[in-house]
């Protein structure tokens, strides 16, 4: 059998740089006689002078002549045609050259063809994303343009516009991704495609719908990527609600860090505040949420409220507990899209708050089990009794351990002779 030289790497060596690894198979793949290109995104990023976050290669090899070159490597799930290979720690994806076959409804082609690389890269979405490039001599292997259009920032369907965005429409939110996220001028005959077919994402998942909205959503350039959904029409398809596009204050507020449930907050305030009838429920449906990311969204809405409504008439302690929940931050960022003044005031409150000795949210100087030693069994006025002295300590109306507990004492006391 032959030796895999995946397994050069000593046992605790740190992993090879991800781009190192991909010249090394790509090298050992052309050893044997085989063709093979850094492929897709890293090619683009590259040559927009990005760091890519992964490198992917194709090849002329089919899946049994890589393994023969890499006995360890393995199939990627459902996508045939598709080698997970493992160098040095690094894993890389190497797909074999292929055509799609017919797309149905505009889901994915239910079979797929070994092809040539011009072919391989004539199935793929945009020029932009259709470059291969050889790790080695860093030239560049361009089938359709990609080259002036990165040159020029445009982003342009691969073929027919029209063909190629109704095979897949999934496509056109892509659309939405690459254009914000590169700056993209979107070519005229592209964006009319993407138009004409917006009303609908016939066939496409909602976890496929979801996996694009967050990437969009999390991303710093989600302002100009809910502008060109809302100005192309995708919208209410992929929010499953009536269109409208307008201003987004909010969205624009927002920190480039912000997470992509306070982004969704963000979103659907503005489009609310315009008389859209946004419904949580029906977003994390159409969107297809994670349970955490749905709460966080719900949490991120009421906060804003919260501060919008009651901050002002807020005693310290209320405020303490409100700004040390992990919503807070995003809810003030949102908070800035519609009342940047008191976003601002509340902004310096909270780190004045902070400030103070133990910060916004101390350690609480008695526990339930500190009742418990004197005598005390727990119920229902137990915990309130914790939160009451909580709160005392919150005001700095408590400084110590000792008088906190005199204090719920005395509570106790009460409670207990009534
Ligand atoms: P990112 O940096 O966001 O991952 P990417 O270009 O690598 O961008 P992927 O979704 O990882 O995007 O896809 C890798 C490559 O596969 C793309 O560059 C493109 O060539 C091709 N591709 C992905 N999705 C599609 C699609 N729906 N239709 C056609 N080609 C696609
Ligand atoms: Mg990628």
Redesign the pocket.
Known sequence: MESDPSQQRTKHAPAIAPRAAALAIARLLSQKGHVAYL????V??ELLGLE???Y?LATDARPEQIQEVFPKARGVGESFGVMLVRFQGRTVEVATFRSDGPYHDGRRPSEVHYATAQEDAQ????TI??LFRDPESGDVVDFVGGQRDIATKTLRAIGDPQDRIRE?R??SL?AA?FAA?FSLQVDARTQAAIEATAAELKGVSRERVGGELR?MLAHPSRLRAVTLLEQWGLDASALGEAHSAGELPRVAALSPRASFATALAAWSLDRAARGVLVGVGHWSEAVNLSLRERADLMETRRIVGVIAAEWRGCPKSARKRLASVPCFIGALDVLLGSDADHAHTVRREVEALAREEGGLAPTPFVRGDDLVQLGFAPGPAFKRVLDSVYDLQLEGKVNDPAAALAEARTMLKGLDGL
């Open positions: 492929a897709g995104g890293c683009r990023d890519p976050t992964d992917d199935r793929r979405d945009f994303n259709g897949d999934l496509r892509r991704r996220r990437r």
